[in-house]
């Protein structure tokens, strides 16, 4: 299985700190991709980051890949309230993509 | 910005009742998929669909399950006899191309079925 796994499932940190999660994976990829999902909400696409790729940037977010070690993480920089979501990381397949379990991360005020 | 429409947003069926969930994926993505999470799991992948044809589909997805596209512009899911352990939410997601290519999935907000 593709499937990834992430550490911790759930993280929870002040406002205006940094969020680090985590993501395993067990297969090869082509590339790694990470969503969010508000309480009930579909998943939003945040970021992908392909195998050759080894870090990424956008706004706030700062993805790092490690295809030796089938890893990667996802940072979230200066928190907001409003990061407060669920975040998956996913493995895309020949026609399917599978998340993992996901990080629970609540931001207090 | 285009996005993919789901209706109803709740349904609730007896068990053994035929239901349909249905989507409207972006308008020029070619690739359709469904997906269900159970409360409080993971997000799992049921099937995926192109060029009116299932590409690849889960375990999950058993002689029950379905999938259509009846028109230029709707995606359905019909699942034929539910099951108390049907009950999920799920979720229709879409791309533009393949995702060999680094495509990323464009999720609608899902329907919340509820097997009684």
């Known amino acids: 299985s593709q499937q990834g796994e992430e550490d911790p499932q759930a993280l929870s940190i002040q406002e205006g700190e940094n969020a680090t999660m985590n993501c395993s994976y067990k297969?090869?990829?082509?590339?790694l991709q990470w969503y969010r999902q508000n309480s009930g909400r579909g998943l939003v696409h945040l970021i992908l980051i392909r195998s050759n790729e080894r870090e990424k940037h956008s706004g706030r977010l700062r993805v790092t890949l490690d295809t030796s070690k089938k890893s990667s993480s996802l940072l979230i920089t200066a928190s907001r309230a409003a990061d407060t979501a669920s975040y998956f990381c996913a493995t895309s397949g020949a026609s399917k993509i599978i998340f993992g379990s996901g990080t629970r991360l609540s931001i207090r005020p | 910005e285009p996005e993919v429409t789901q209706t109803p947003s709740h349904q609730v069926t007896q068990m053994g009742q035929e239901v349909i969930l249905r989507c409207v994926p972006i308008s020029n993505h070619l690739y359709f998929y469904w997906y269900r999470q159970i409360l409080g799991q993971k997000v799992e992948f049921l099937v995926s669909?192109?060029?009116?044809?299932?590409?690849?589909k889960s375990e999950i997805f058993d002689d029950q399950f379905s999938v259509e596209r009846p028109d230029g512009s709707n995606f359905t899911l019909k699942i034929r006899s539910t099951k108390l352990e049907d009950s999920a939410m799920y979720f229709c997601?879409?791309?533009?191309?393949?995702?060999?290519?680094?495509?990323?999935?464009?999720f609608g907000s899902g329907t919340q079925l509820s097997v009684l």
């Open positions: 669909f192109y060029n009116n044809e299932i590409s690849e």
């Open positions: 297969t090869s990829i082509n590339n």
């Open positions: 997601a879409s791309s533009r191309d393949r995702l060999s290519t680094n495509e990323k999935l464009f």
